[in-house]
Protein backbone atom coordinates (compact mmCIF):
# COMPACT_ATOMS: atom_id res chain seq x y z
CA UNK A 1 0.00 0.00 0.00
CA UNK A 2 1.36 3.74 -0.71
CA UNK A 3 3.35 4.45 2.29
CA UNK A 4 2.41 8.24 4.42
CA UNK A 5 5.92 9.62 3.69
CA UNK A 6 5.73 9.18 -0.13
CA UNK A 7 5.42 12.48 -1.76
CA UNK A 8 3.66 10.73 -5.07
CA UNK A 9 0.92 9.08 -2.59
CA UNK A 10 -2.76 10.33 -2.49
CA UNK A 11 -3.39 12.06 0.88
CA UNK A 12 -4.38 9.99 4.09
CA UNK A 13 -7.87 9.61 4.66
CA UNK A 14 -9.68 11.90 6.66
CA UNK A 15 -11.23 10.53 9.32
CA UNK A 16 -10.79 13.51 12.48
CA UNK A 17 -8.10 11.42 13.78
CA UNK A 18 -4.22 13.09 15.06
CA UNK A 19 -1.56 11.70 12.59
CA UNK A 20 0.69 9.55 14.40
CA UNK A 21 3.45 7.93 13.17
CA UNK A 22 5.68 4.64 13.76
CA UNK A 23 8.56 5.58 17.11
CA UNK A 24 11.32 7.52 16.54
CA UNK A 25 14.02 4.89 15.56
CA UNK A 26 16.56 6.05 18.09
CA UNK A 27 13.84 5.60 21.15
CA UNK A 28 12.90 2.15 19.19
CA UNK A 29 17.22 1.47 19.63
CA UNK A 30 17.29 2.83 23.14
CA UNK A 31 14.88 0.42 24.66
CA UNK A 32 14.53 -2.58 22.11
CA UNK A 33 16.24 -5.20 23.87
CA UNK A 34 14.59 -4.79 26.92
CA UNK A 35 11.19 -4.43 25.31
CA UNK A 36 12.13 -7.72 23.18
CA UNK A 37 12.51 -9.21 26.07
CA UNK A 38 9.71 -8.61 27.89
CA UNK A 39 7.69 -9.24 24.49
CA UNK A 40 8.99 -12.28 24.19
CA UNK A 41 8.48 -13.61 27.95
CA UNK A 42 5.25 -12.23 27.85
CA UNK A 43 4.33 -14.28 24.69
CA UNK A 44 6.06 -17.27 25.99
CA UNK A 45 3.70 -17.23 29.30
CA UNK A 46 0.37 -16.72 27.46
CA UNK A 47 1.11 -19.07 24.51
CA UNK A 48 2.02 -21.51 27.23
CA UNK A 49 -1.13 -20.78 28.83
CA UNK A 50 -3.33 -20.88 25.92
CA UNK A 51 -2.51 -24.27 25.51
CA UNK A 52 -3.04 -25.98 28.53
CA UNK A 53 -6.58 -24.38 28.61
CA UNK A 54 -6.99 -25.55 24.89
CA UNK A 55 -11.31 -25.98 24.32
CA UNK A 56 -10.42 -28.28 21.84
CA UNK A 57 -8.79 -30.84 24.19
CA UNK A 58 -8.30 -29.97 27.95
CA UNK A 59 -11.56 -28.39 28.52
CA UNK A 60 -13.68 -30.70 26.48
CA UNK A 61 -12.15 -33.64 27.99
CA UNK A 62 -12.76 -32.46 31.58
CA UNK A 63 -16.40 -31.45 30.74
CA UNK A 64 -17.47 -34.67 29.15
CA UNK A 65 -15.67 -36.28 32.80
CA UNK A 66 -17.83 -34.42 34.72
CA UNK A 67 -21.09 -35.14 32.41
CA UNK A 68 -21.70 -31.59 30.80
CA UNK A 69 -24.27 -31.52 28.44
CA UNK A 70 -23.06 -32.52 24.58
CA UNK A 71 -24.31 -28.95 23.37
CA UNK A 72 -21.89 -27.23 25.92
CA UNK A 73 -19.18 -28.91 24.94
CA UNK A 74 -19.68 -28.31 21.12
CA UNK A 75 -19.89 -24.29 21.80
CA UNK A 76 -17.09 -24.51 23.51
CA UNK A 77 -14.74 -23.85 20.73
CA UNK A 78 -16.79 -21.23 18.36
CA UNK A 79 -17.23 -19.17 21.80
CA UNK A 80 -13.96 -19.07 22.18
CA UNK A 81 -12.84 -18.12 18.72
CA UNK A 82 -15.86 -16.22 17.50
CA UNK A 83 -15.46 -14.21 20.97
CA UNK A 84 -12.05 -13.58 20.43
CA UNK A 85 -12.41 -11.59 17.35
CA UNK A 86 -16.23 -10.80 16.81
CA UNK A 87 -15.49 -7.50 19.33
CA UNK A 88 -12.84 -6.04 18.24
CA UNK A 89 -14.18 -3.28 16.23
CA UNK A 90 -16.26 -2.25 18.86
CA UNK A 91 -12.73 -1.95 20.30
CA UNK A 92 -10.79 -0.07 17.90
CA UNK A 93 -11.77 3.54 19.06
CA UNK A 94 -11.18 2.89 22.74
CA UNK A 95 -7.83 1.29 21.42
CA UNK A 96 -6.90 4.17 19.23
CA UNK A 97 -7.47 6.53 22.22
CA UNK A 98 -5.06 5.04 24.73
CA UNK A 99 -2.03 7.05 25.09
CA UNK A 100 -0.38 3.66 25.85
CA UNK A 101 -1.59 0.47 24.60
CA UNK A 102 -0.25 -1.87 26.40
CA UNK A 103 -2.02 -1.26 29.68
CA UNK A 104 -5.16 -2.56 27.67
CA UNK A 105 -2.78 -5.96 26.41
CA UNK A 106 -1.80 -5.95 30.03
CA UNK A 107 -5.51 -5.58 31.74
CA UNK A 108 -6.73 -7.97 29.22
CA UNK A 109 -4.34 -10.66 29.71
CA UNK A 110 -5.15 -10.51 33.93
CA UNK A 111 -8.66 -10.69 32.97
CA UNK A 112 -7.73 -13.91 30.95
CA UNK A 113 -5.61 -14.96 34.57
CA UNK A 114 -8.87 -14.67 36.26
CA UNK A 115 -10.96 -16.49 34.09
CA UNK A 116 -8.81 -19.39 33.96
CA UNK A 117 -8.84 -19.01 37.35
CA UNK A 118 -12.42 -19.46 37.51
CA UNK A 119 -12.34 -22.08 35.49
CA UNK A 120 -10.32 -24.35 37.52
CA UNK A 121 -12.39 -23.43 40.55
CA UNK A 122 -15.16 -24.25 38.68
CA UNK A 123 -14.43 -28.20 37.84
CA UNK A 124 -13.03 -28.85 41.03
CA UNK A 125 -16.33 -27.68 42.54
CA UNK A 126 -19.18 -28.30 40.16
CA UNK A 127 -20.39 -31.36 38.24
CA UNK A 128 -23.05 -31.69 35.43
CA UNK A 129 -24.83 -29.19 33.65
CA UNK A 130 -23.92 -26.63 36.42
CA UNK A 131 -19.98 -27.25 35.57
CA UNK A 132 -20.52 -26.78 31.84
CA UNK A 133 -22.61 -23.41 31.86
CA UNK A 134 -19.91 -21.79 34.55
CA UNK A 135 -16.74 -23.05 32.04
CA UNK A 136 -18.68 -21.89 28.91
CA UNK A 137 -19.48 -18.12 30.75
CA UNK A 138 -15.95 -18.03 31.74
CA UNK A 139 -14.51 -19.20 28.37
CA UNK A 140 -16.50 -16.32 26.78
CA UNK A 141 -15.36 -13.68 29.54
CA UNK A 142 -11.35 -14.74 28.58
CA UNK A 143 -12.29 -14.44 24.58
CA UNK A 144 -13.36 -10.76 25.11
CA UNK A 145 -10.46 -10.18 27.41
CA UNK A 146 -8.63 -11.74 24.53
CA UNK A 147 -10.31 -9.73 21.79
CA UNK A 148 -9.00 -6.60 24.00
CA UNK A 149 -5.40 -8.21 23.66
CA UNK A 150 -5.46 -8.79 20.49
CA UNK A 151 -6.67 -5.84 18.94
CA UNK A 152 -3.94 -3.80 20.69
CA UNK A 153 -0.73 -6.20 20.50
CA UNK A 154 0.41 -5.30 16.96
CA UNK A 155 0.23 -1.23 17.81
CA UNK A 156 2.05 -2.18 20.77
CA UNK A 157 4.79 -4.47 18.75
CA UNK A 158 4.87 -1.72 16.08
CA UNK A 159 5.59 1.22 18.71
CA UNK A 160 8.11 -0.71 20.57
CA UNK A 161 10.15 -3.25 18.41
CA UNK A 162 11.52 -1.66 14.85
CA UNK A 163 10.37 -3.36 11.81
CA UNK A 164 12.81 -5.90 10.59
CA UNK A 165 12.64 -7.61 14.01
CA UNK A 166 9.32 -8.26 14.88
CA UNK A 167 8.68 -11.70 13.36
CA UNK A 168 11.88 -12.63 14.74
CA UNK A 169 10.57 -11.89 18.56
CA UNK A 170 7.13 -13.38 17.93
CA UNK A 171 8.23 -16.20 16.49
CA UNK A 172 10.85 -17.23 18.66
CA UNK A 173 7.96 -16.53 21.44
CA UNK A 174 5.85 -19.04 19.99
CA UNK A 175 8.09 -21.18 19.18
CA UNK A 176 9.78 -21.29 22.97
CA UNK A 177 5.66 -21.75 23.94
CA UNK A 178 5.32 -24.71 21.86
CA UNK A 179 8.13 -26.44 23.25
CA UNK A 180 6.30 -26.31 26.73
CA UNK A 181 3.42 -27.64 25.00
CA UNK A 182 5.01 -30.62 23.35
CA UNK A 183 6.55 -31.36 27.30
CA UNK A 184 2.78 -31.47 28.39
CA UNK A 185 1.36 -33.53 25.89
CA UNK A 186 4.58 -35.69 25.88
CA UNK A 187 4.21 -35.76 29.77
CA UNK A 188 0.70 -37.47 29.35
CA UNK A 189 1.22 -39.99 26.74
CA UNK A 190 4.47 -41.18 28.53
CA UNK A 191 1.83 -41.30 31.94
CA UNK A 192 4.06 -39.03 34.04
CA UNK A 193 0.97 -38.24 35.39
CA UNK A 194 -2.50 -39.09 35.96
CA UNK A 195 -5.02 -37.55 33.42
CA UNK A 196 -8.12 -36.86 36.14
CA UNK A 197 -9.61 -34.53 36.51
CA UNK A 198 -7.27 -32.32 39.80
CA UNK A 199 -4.72 -33.03 37.78
CA UNK A 200 -5.79 -30.79 34.86
CA UNK A 201 -7.65 -28.26 37.00
CA UNK A 202 -4.09 -27.84 37.94
CA UNK A 203 -3.22 -26.80 35.30
CA UNK A 204 -5.70 -24.23 33.93
CA UNK A 205 -4.81 -22.73 37.08
CA UNK A 206 -1.38 -22.66 36.81
CA UNK A 207 -2.00 -21.26 33.20
CA UNK A 208 -3.97 -18.35 35.08
CA UNK A 209 -1.04 -17.92 36.97
CA UNK A 210 0.74 -17.46 33.90
CA UNK A 211 -1.62 -14.66 32.43
CA UNK A 212 -1.31 -12.80 35.45
CA UNK A 213 2.82 -12.47 35.26
CA UNK A 214 2.51 -11.63 31.74
CA UNK A 215 -0.17 -9.17 32.30
CA UNK A 216 2.13 -7.60 34.76
CA UNK A 217 5.53 -7.90 32.93
CA UNK A 218 4.13 -6.05 30.16
CA UNK A 219 3.52 -3.01 32.04
CA UNK A 220 7.28 -2.70 31.98
CA UNK A 221 7.58 -1.61 28.57
CA UNK A 222 9.08 1.36 27.56
CA UNK A 223 5.90 2.62 24.92
CA UNK A 224 5.95 5.72 23.44
CA UNK A 225 2.73 7.56 25.76
CA UNK A 226 0.66 9.35 22.16
CA UNK A 227 -3.59 8.72 21.53
CA UNK A 228 -5.73 10.22 20.09
CA UNK A 229 -8.06 12.12 22.53
CA UNK A 230 -10.26 13.60 20.03
CA UNK A 231 -13.18 14.31 21.25
CA UNK A 232 -15.97 13.76 18.60
CA UNK A 233 -17.57 10.59 17.82
CA UNK A 234 -17.09 8.56 14.98
CA UNK A 235 -19.93 6.01 13.86
CA UNK A 236 -19.65 2.65 11.77
CA UNK A 237 -19.28 4.29 8.88
CA UNK A 238 -15.94 6.40 9.34
CA UNK A 239 -14.78 2.53 11.28
CA UNK A 240 -15.21 0.52 8.22
CA UNK A 241 -13.79 3.05 6.00
CA UNK A 242 -10.65 2.04 5.52
CA UNK A 243 -12.36 -1.27 4.19
CA UNK A 244 -14.39 0.35 1.86
CA UNK A 245 -11.54 2.79 0.00
CA UNK A 246 -7.98 0.82 0.92
CA UNK A 247 -7.80 -2.08 -1.93
CA UNK A 248 -4.85 -3.49 -0.01
CA UNK A 249 -6.73 -3.71 2.87
CA UNK A 250 -9.55 -5.67 0.82
CA UNK A 251 -7.29 -8.26 -0.69
CA UNK A 252 -5.42 -8.64 2.79
CA UNK A 253 -9.09 -9.58 4.22
CA UNK A 254 -10.04 -11.86 0.92
CA UNK A 255 -6.48 -13.73 1.18
CA UNK A 256 -7.24 -13.92 5.26
CA UNK A 257 -10.36 -15.32 4.99
CA UNK A 258 -9.55 -17.66 2.12
CA UNK A 259 -6.86 -19.20 4.21
CA UNK A 260 -8.57 -20.02 7.28
CA UNK A 261 -8.82 -23.22 5.79
CA UNK A 262 -6.03 -23.95 7.65
CA UNK A 263 -7.10 -23.09 10.79
CA UNK A 264 -10.43 -25.37 10.20
CA UNK A 265 -8.49 -28.54 9.13
CA UNK A 266 -6.97 -30.54 11.87
CA UNK A 267 -10.39 -31.50 13.63
CA UNK A 268 -11.44 -33.14 9.80
CA UNK A 269 -7.69 -34.91 9.77
CA UNK A 270 -8.82 -36.10 13.31
CA UNK A 271 -11.76 -37.16 11.77
CA UNK A 272 -10.07 -39.09 8.70
CA UNK A 273 -7.60 -40.76 10.95
CA UNK A 274 -10.20 -42.28 12.87
CA UNK A 275 -12.06 -43.64 9.58
CA UNK A 276 -10.16 -46.95 9.52
CA UNK A 277 -11.56 -47.94 12.66
CA UNK A 278 -9.28 -47.01 15.46
CA UNK A 279 -10.33 -44.79 18.38
CA UNK A 280 -9.28 -41.71 17.86
CA UNK A 281 -8.19 -40.81 21.57
CA UNK A 282 -5.42 -43.71 21.25
CA UNK A 283 -4.15 -41.25 18.24
CA UNK A 284 -4.28 -38.06 20.16
CA UNK A 285 -1.00 -38.17 22.14
CA UNK A 286 1.27 -38.80 18.88
CA UNK A 287 -1.13 -35.78 16.77
CA UNK A 288 -0.61 -33.01 19.63
CA UNK A 289 2.90 -33.87 19.78
CA UNK A 290 3.51 -33.89 16.15
CA UNK A 291 1.23 -30.55 16.43
CA UNK A 292 3.54 -28.90 18.92
CA UNK A 293 6.59 -29.99 17.25
CA UNK A 294 5.90 -28.43 13.98
CA UNK A 295 5.31 -25.15 15.78
CA UNK A 296 8.34 -25.24 17.43
CA UNK A 297 10.47 -26.41 14.37
CA UNK A 298 8.50 -23.65 11.89
CA UNK A 299 7.34 -20.28 14.18
CA UNK A 300 10.72 -19.20 13.85
CA UNK A 301 11.55 -19.64 10.67
CA UNK A 302 8.44 -18.33 9.09
CA UNK A 303 8.71 -15.32 11.51
CA UNK A 304 12.29 -14.17 9.74
CA UNK A 305 10.72 -14.79 6.65
CA UNK A 306 7.93 -12.80 7.62
CA UNK A 307 10.34 -10.12 8.27
CA UNK A 308 11.60 -10.27 4.86
CA UNK A 309 8.23 -10.45 3.17
CA UNK A 310 5.38 -10.89 4.85
CA UNK A 311 3.69 -11.19 1.01
CA UNK A 312 5.58 -14.48 0.51
CA UNK A 313 5.24 -15.94 3.40
CA UNK A 314 1.37 -15.69 2.58
CA UNK A 315 1.85 -16.99 -0.63
CA UNK A 316 4.73 -19.80 0.16
CA UNK A 317 2.10 -21.21 3.11
CA UNK A 318 -1.05 -21.36 1.32
CA UNK A 319 0.36 -23.33 -1.66
CA UNK A 320 2.05 -25.79 0.92
CA UNK A 321 -1.03 -26.12 2.88
CA UNK A 322 -2.91 -26.61 -0.59
CA UNK A 323 -0.59 -29.79 -1.54
CA UNK A 324 -0.76 -30.87 2.12
CA UNK A 325 -4.02 -31.10 2.29
CA UNK A 326 -4.75 -32.42 -1.04
CA UNK A 327 -2.34 -35.17 -0.14
CA UNK A 328 -4.24 -36.15 2.81
CA UNK A 329 -7.49 -35.27 1.35
CA UNK A 330 -6.45 -38.48 -1.58
CA UNK A 331 -4.67 -39.97 0.84
CA UNK A 332 -8.14 -40.71 2.77
CA UNK A 333 -9.88 -41.55 -0.60
CA UNK A 334 -7.50 -44.09 -1.44
CA UNK A 335 -6.44 -45.50 1.88
CA UNK A 336 -9.69 -45.25 4.12
CA UNK A 337 -7.90 -43.30 6.35
CA UNK A 338 -4.39 -42.22 7.39
CA UNK A 339 -2.58 -45.54 8.48
CA UNK A 340 -2.24 -45.25 11.94
CA UNK A 341 -1.58 -43.07 14.83
CA UNK A 342 2.20 -42.24 12.72
CA UNK A 343 0.30 -41.42 9.55
CA UNK A 344 -2.28 -39.20 11.60
CA UNK A 345 0.81 -37.75 13.54
CA UNK A 346 2.37 -36.80 10.21
CA UNK A 347 -0.61 -35.50 8.71
CA UNK A 348 -1.35 -33.31 11.10
CA UNK A 349 2.47 -32.16 11.28
CA UNK A 350 2.74 -31.28 8.19
CA UNK A 351 -0.39 -28.92 8.39
CA UNK A 352 0.81 -27.69 10.96
CA UNK A 353 3.33 -26.41 9.74
CA UNK A 354 1.20 -24.65 6.77
CA UNK A 355 -0.67 -23.51 9.40
CA UNK A 356 2.48 -21.28 11.55
CA UNK A 357 3.41 -19.70 7.88
CA UNK A 358 -0.13 -18.29 7.43
CA UNK A 359 -0.44 -16.94 10.87
CA UNK A 360 2.79 -16.05 11.33
CA UNK A 361 2.68 -14.05 7.72
CA UNK A 362 -0.44 -12.35 7.92
CA UNK A 363 0.35 -11.15 11.60
CA UNK A 364 3.24 -9.29 10.37
CA UNK A 365 1.64 -8.15 6.99
CA UNK A 366 -1.25 -6.08 9.21
CA UNK A 367 1.16 -4.93 11.52
CA UNK A 368 3.74 -3.55 8.78
CA UNK A 369 0.89 -2.61 6.28
CA UNK A 370 -1.09 0.09 8.23
CA UNK A 371 0.34 2.91 9.62
CA UNK A 372 0.38 3.49 13.53
CA UNK A 373 -2.88 5.50 13.79
CA UNK A 374 -4.82 3.22 11.75
CA UNK A 375 -3.19 -0.01 12.79
CA UNK A 376 -5.51 -0.51 15.77
CA UNK A 377 -9.24 -0.17 13.70
CA UNK A 378 -7.39 -2.30 10.42
CA UNK A 379 -6.56 -5.02 13.34
CA UNK A 380 -10.30 -4.61 14.54
CA UNK A 381 -11.68 -5.03 10.75
CA UNK A 382 -9.84 -8.09 9.61
CA UNK A 383 -10.50 -9.95 12.89
CA UNK A 384 -13.94 -9.06 13.06
CA UNK A 385 -14.47 -9.64 9.30
CA UNK A 386 -12.48 -13.42 9.81
CA UNK A 387 -14.40 -14.36 13.43
CA UNK A 388 -17.79 -13.78 11.05
CA UNK A 389 -15.81 -16.11 8.65
CA UNK A 390 -15.31 -18.51 11.17
CA UNK A 391 -18.54 -18.85 12.28
CA UNK A 392 -19.98 -19.60 8.97
CA UNK A 393 -17.19 -21.97 8.63
CA UNK A 394 -19.02 -24.39 11.53
CA UNK A 395 -20.76 -25.39 7.91
CA UNK A 396 -18.06 -27.49 7.34
CA UNK A 397 -18.73 -29.98 10.13
CA UNK A 398 -22.16 -30.29 8.56
CA UNK A 399 -20.69 -30.74 4.86
CA UNK A 400 -18.64 -33.89 6.73
CA UNK A 401 -21.26 -35.56 7.30
CA UNK A 402 -22.67 -36.03 4.13
CA UNK A 403 -19.48 -36.14 1.68
CA UNK A 404 -17.13 -37.40 4.37
CA UNK A 405 -13.73 -35.74 5.71
CA UNK A 406 -11.29 -36.73 2.50
CA UNK A 407 -13.31 -34.77 -0.20
CA UNK A 408 -13.44 -32.00 2.47
CA UNK A 409 -9.98 -31.80 2.33
CA UNK A 410 -9.55 -31.45 -0.88
CA UNK A 411 -12.16 -28.76 -1.10
CA UNK A 412 -10.20 -26.93 1.35
CA UNK A 413 -6.99 -27.52 -0.74
CA UNK A 414 -8.59 -25.74 -3.13
CA UNK A 415 -9.92 -23.28 -1.30
CA UNK A 416 -5.93 -22.59 0.07
CA UNK A 417 -4.38 -22.08 -3.31
CA UNK A 418 -6.79 -19.54 -3.94
CA UNK A 419 -5.64 -17.67 -0.92
CA UNK A 420 -2.48 -18.34 -2.46
CA UNK A 421 -2.94 -16.67 -5.46
CA UNK A 422 -5.10 -13.99 -3.95
CA UNK A 423 -2.14 -13.39 -0.99
CA UNK A 424 0.13 -12.89 -4.47
CA UNK A 425 -1.75 -9.68 -5.11
CA UNK A 426 -0.25 -8.06 -1.97
CA UNK A 427 2.11 -5.12 -1.55
CA UNK A 428 5.55 -5.47 -0.25
CA UNK A 429 5.36 -3.85 2.97
CA UNK A 430 8.33 -4.59 4.44
CA UNK A 431 10.21 -2.66 1.63
CA UNK A 432 10.80 1.29 2.82
Excluded: C
Aim: aromatic residues 6%.
Amino acid sequence: MPRHDDPSAPPPLDTGFARLTDSDPRDLDRHEAGNGLIHMVSLILTKAGDSLIDPKLVLSWLLTVLGAPGMVIGALVPVREAGALLPQLALARQVERAAQRKRIWAAGAVVQGLAALGIAAAVLMLEGAAAGWSVLALVAVLAVARSAASVSYKDVLARTIAKGRRGAVTGFAAAVASVAAFGFGLSMALGLFDVAVPVLAGAVALAGVAFLLAGGLFLRLREPAHGDHSPQAEGIAALIRPLREDRQLQVFVAARAALTVTALAPPFIVMLSSAGGEGALDQLGPMVMASTAAAVLSSYVWGRLSDRSSRQTLVIAGGLAALVLLLIGLAGLLLGGLGGAWGAGLAIFAAQIAYEGVRQGRKLHLTDMAEDDFRARYTALSNTLIGAALMAGGLFGLAADYVGPAILLVVFAVISAIGAAIAARLDEVQQD
